[in-house]
């Protein structure tokens, strides 16, 4: 069975950033935007609307436990998203049987817990987050520190209620992970060099 | 200023073996109990009773900024708690003085706070940590699991309390470390030598 690495992440914590110099050590596949690419292709959406749906809560009435057994949806707004949920599986699950990957986001965890996957969080302080959100994205230099938090929170609420909607699990919370790293004070590479040594450490 | 890495752990997890494993390969000290022996030694209370108080939840009702300004205690009940407090920060202190070292427990993340320590905190599932405690306590051998986890359940309110009361800090929260570490399906030794890794990448 192939050896899969996936990657929950705060946004601006540097989670991409880390997941690809694994990628990259390890010699393994790095997938992130490409699965939403993947499922506008299957499901004949345009590719924003995806990343709409994928990065935005769903409806949080909805019963939690749809990601164990995807039973006939009654509610027709509802339809929509779980579509996309499904092509989501399919599309990471197709993704670990290729090869060994590292995967950023989008449930990868869950979806392919029983490949029993190396499960990694990746978090940091709200002025580390911040200030690499500036970095990343130039034009939001007119935002206040205060602006950028209060999008940057927004994030995190749409992450942490589609995770729980799929899951039934709370993003983020240490016993849903192998690992959780802290970026504040970390340099990226020696991180990922780290982790490697963990990993694999015969390649060490 | 001498390097610290302090660790945080839940009972079971293989906090201490990872502390001891990572001053082994560092060189640095490591001091766990021998906290427990110098507040006996300076306070000229028996080893039995500090260590009784060290992990005895302190009263719940007492106010938390203890930890920030150690005022006059109106309640003589408390007295004794709170001169172990100072005196173990005195001794953490002291430790951290003295040489590069791994410190396991006893807030010595929070009282070592303006050296920038590296923070660990090491947890793994029920199952896990009910194994290794049988292993590590034959003795309790006639003990069912539910019994064990019982037990280890309370130690570990016990420690959130006494961290909670001490810093104003939530025990085991990931935003309090710099990594957070399970043990469930680890090999200690092999992320006591990724950790130098991370930390010391210099000596790989």
Redesign the interface.
């Known amino acids: 069975m192939n050896k899969i690495i996936t990657i929950g992440r705060e946004l601006g914590s540097g989670g991409r950033e880390l997941g690809k110099r694994l990628a990259d050590l390890l010699g393994w596949a790095y997938y992130d935007s490409e699965i939403i690419s993947g499922i506008a292709q299957k499901t004949e959406l345009a590719e924003s609307y995806v990343k709409q749906i994928v990065e935005r809560s769903p409806v949080a009435s909805f019963p939690i436990t749809i990601g164990h057994s995807f039973f006939p949806v009654v509610n027709p707004g509802m339809d929509q998203t779980t579509n996309i949920y499904i092509e989501q599986s399919n599309i990471i699950t197709e993704m670990a049987d290729m090869s060994n990957c590292v995967i950023v986001g989008r449930c990868a965890d869950y979806i392919l817990r029983d490949r029993?996957p190396f499960k990694i969080?990746v978090?940091a302080?709200p002025q580390s987050r911040i200030e690499r959100c500036r970095k990343k994205r130039p034009e939001d230099a007119a935002l206040s520190d205060r602006q950028m938090w209060r999008n940057i929170r927004r994030v995190d609420r749409h992450r942490a209620k589609y995770y729980m909607f799929y899951t039934g699990l709370k993003w983020?919370h240490?016993?849903n992970?192998?690992?959780?790293?802290?970026t504040?004070?970390?340099d990226i590479k020696?991180?990922a060099?780290?982790?490697v040594?963990?990993l694999a450490?015969e390649q060490?």
């Open positions: 029993n969080f978090y302080s983020g240490k016993n992970y192998d690992i959780c790293i802290n504040t004070n970390a020696s991180v060099e780290a982790l040594k963990m450490p060490n």
